[in-house]
């Protein structure tokens, strides 16, 4: 079984103690700056385990339409690598839950990953998920990262094998992004039958805490989860509220609540 060299404080904020935790997502820049800075910074204070902060990119092959369609707004609108920093900055700062960038590898190369690492870090982040960048590959820019104190979150997918999750295991830190599907991100009816399966080979192979993502949207996904995976991350649904102009917060209550209830 793959460990963590030490527990950090992202790995504690996301281990489940008694009941699923929540990761919200909040894309920098949708709608706009400083509305998307209010919905991340509700977020953060709302009982969450952390939150996941999207640095919008042209490119975005993990993303579903509704978080393609936010990051085209974003970039629309002007935001930039460094915009996000900012604002994930200001959405760290006081008592507020530990905040996690979601970006591409192409962004980081343009920003370099030094700067980017060393930036990150002093904007209070504690850790980054670059779904396009394999774990076995990800040297030296991982070494960067850690050298800040940044957590390094690698994705295991449906089709990963048992050699494939002991790589991204040993290679990740603050906790393990647990893919339930096959495809992108979005909005979905119903999370597969083989998810329990694959959470329970994961288990074999790490200690850290598994974060569950793609697809969940409704409290009866949460109940599938719970006593499987220690935290649910949800982009999608609340990325379409805003879209459609409504206050995400409300269905953020809504699957805080049922983390906390026994279905």
Known sequence: MATAELSSPLERAVRAEGELKLIPYAMAGFPDFDRSLD???????????????????????????????????????GMTTAKALRLAAAVAEGPAAPVVLMTYLNPILAYRPDRFARDAAQAGVAGVIIPDLPADEAEPLVEQLREHGLDTIFLVAPTSDDRRIETISRHSRGFVYCVTLTGTTGVRTDLPATLGDLLARIRRHTSLPLAAGFGISRPEHLDVLRGRADAAVVGSALMAEVLEGRDPQRLLSTLLAACRSEG
């Open 39 to 77: 919905i991340a910074r509700r977020f953060a204070t709302s009982g969450a385990a952390a939150i996941e902060i999207g640095i919008p990119f042209s490119d975005p092959l993990a993303d579903g339409p509704v978080i393609q369609a936010a990051g085209q707004q974003a970039l629309a609108g």
